[in-house]
């Protein structure tokens, strides 16, 4: 017989979760004004959210929390991370931030201007939030087969050439600081970014004298991919393939909140010492000075492991592989899911669970409140409620898709709980005809609404 797959950890401390009723679950959802955001994580049994920040250390990295160095300036902590940074990126300059969008703060303040113009691949919202805040224009040139869920492409998160050269030919070089490759597209659904792209990305940047940032948070597992997926790399460690990738790159900018698998932190990391000096100031400014910049001496050097352990391959298996096995069972369960499935999230099709529902009543919102009642499982809405209003004409933004994604984070459930959530599913799905009305916004921000968003039922 062969061997079954078994995770390479065992568990040395847990927390309780508790379930709750259907009845406690409608009154809890309706004073939610029905945006899960609003839940106690207490009123939640399993909770995806977001694999953001959520995952578990490892007994390596609580060790490390001990030998944190608190020293203001200098700290060994500092020096920790620098070389982990330096020995698994090739980057020589980096500052601290305490997390990806405060590393985005600091880089755009230092580089982009009113008027510029950021092409990318499917930029993140904080990513295209900082760049619209300061009045210049993300510029999406991701391949079109990434916008159809049924399309099999292994790298769905590539950039397309010719939208990219449309981009840097029609534009002045002084309006574009730089490309923003965002690794693994978080927005496209987790879909990685092959080498050969990286290389051909940072050859036309060549050509036109533009500099490349890669968007990181999720690079080990972009790496894992590669060496499944990509042509030359099978016989590559995951370390070798994130150097080769790092190649490509001129700096990087990192939510240490994804794959260095602690609670919170961030980074730039860059090759260029003027840079580096011009950005130290707005890291002064904004974050703190330049050997801590937000984070203390205990969450660098967890940072610093946590970069270790997220770049072996026996951990990217299992991790990248429960994502696989959710989204196995769902589509076992004839759910419709985006496809290839991502590496930290599955992404549900909610125009096709609820097809009769018109754009206006929020598909993707309703089927994620529809989860939660049947389970108490918080997965989170990437659809009309998320895209948000049009900043000149105020009016509703409708993406091509409406998607549920449910991320996983990080070491912190079992396959069990990936099969209670699927089953939960299946039950959601088997009842969608009797789901006629959606909701209704009653209440939104003017900017980044989906976060205090307020609906009623219709
Ligand atoms: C999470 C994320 C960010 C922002 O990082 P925070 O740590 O949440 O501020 C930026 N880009 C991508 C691709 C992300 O996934």
Not at 57 to 68: I, P
Not at 69 to 98: C, Q, R, V, W
Not at 136 to 145: L, R
Not at 158 to 171: A, I
Request: glycine share 8%.
């Amino acid at each position: 017989m062969n061997l079954p797959y078994a995770e390479p950890y065992k568990i040395k401390m847990v927390e309780q979760i508790y379930n709750s009723t259907r009845e406690q679950r409608e009154k809890w959802i309706k004073d939610a004004h029905y945006n899960l955001f609003n839940l106690r994580s207490s009123q939640v049994f399993v909770d995806l959210l977001t694999d953001s920040g959520t995952g578990a250390m490892s007994d390596k990295q609580w060790a490390e929390m001990m030998l944190g160095d608190e020293s203001y300036a200098g700290a060994s902590s500092y020096y920790k991370m620098k070389d982990a940074i330096k020995n698994i990126f090739g980057f020589d300059y980096f500052l601290p931030t305490h997390q990806g969008r405060a590393a985005e703060n600091v880089l755009f303040s230092t580089i982009v201007k009113a008027g510029d113009i950021v092409p990318g691949n499917s930029h993140f919202d904080t990513t295209k939030g900082h760049i619209e805040f300061r009045n210049a224009t993300a510029v999406d040139c991701t391949i079109d087969e990434a916008f159809d869920t049924t399309i099999d492409h292994p790298f769905k998160g590539n950039l397309d050439l010719n939208k990219l050269e449309h981009v840097l030919s029609t534009n002045p070089k002084e309006n574009i600081p730089f490309i923003i490759v965002t690794i693994t597209c978080n927005s496209s659904g987790g879909q990685p970014v092959s080498i050969a792209n990286m290389k051909a990305v940072k050859e036309m940047a060549l050509t036109y004298g533009i500099p490349v940032f890669y968007d990181s948070a999720r690079f080990a597992e972009n790496a894992y991919f590669i060496k499944l997926r990509e042509k030359g790399y099978e016989n590559y460690t995951i370390k070798e393939i994130v150097r080769e990738m790092y190649r490509y790159a001129d700096g990087m900018t990192m939510s240490s909140k994804k794959d260095a698998i602690v609670n919170m932190g961030g980074f730039i990391g860059m090759r260029s010492e003027e840079l580096f000096r011009k950005a130290s100031v707005y890291n002064i400014m904004f974050e703190g000075f330049i050997t801590y910049g937000g984070m203390s001496g205990r969450d660098m050097n967890a940072l610093a492991q946590g970069l270790n352990e997220a770049t072996e391959f026996e951990y990217l298996e299992s991790r990248v592989g429960q994502v696989e096995y959710l989204g196995k069972k769902c589509m076992e369960y004839g759910i419709p899911i985006q496809f290839p499935i991502g590496g930290h999230a599955v992404f549900v099709d909610a125009k096709k669970m609820l097809p009769r529902l018109p754009k206006e009543e929020f598909a993707a919102q309703t089927l994620a409140v529809e989860l939660y009642l049947e389970g108490g499982v918080r997965g989170v809405e990437i659809g009309a409620v998320l895209a948000d209003r049009d900043p000149k004409t105020r009016e509703n933004r409708y993406p091509a898709l409406e998607l549920l994604r449910l991320a996983i984070p990080r070491r912190t459930y079992t396959n069990n709980h990936m099969e209670y959530v699927a089953a939960s599913l299946k039950n959601v799905a088997e009842r969608c005809d009797n789901i006629k009305r959606g909701l209704k916004i009653v209440y939104e921000a003017p900017i980044m609404r989906h976060f205090t968003v307020e609906f009623e039922k219709l």
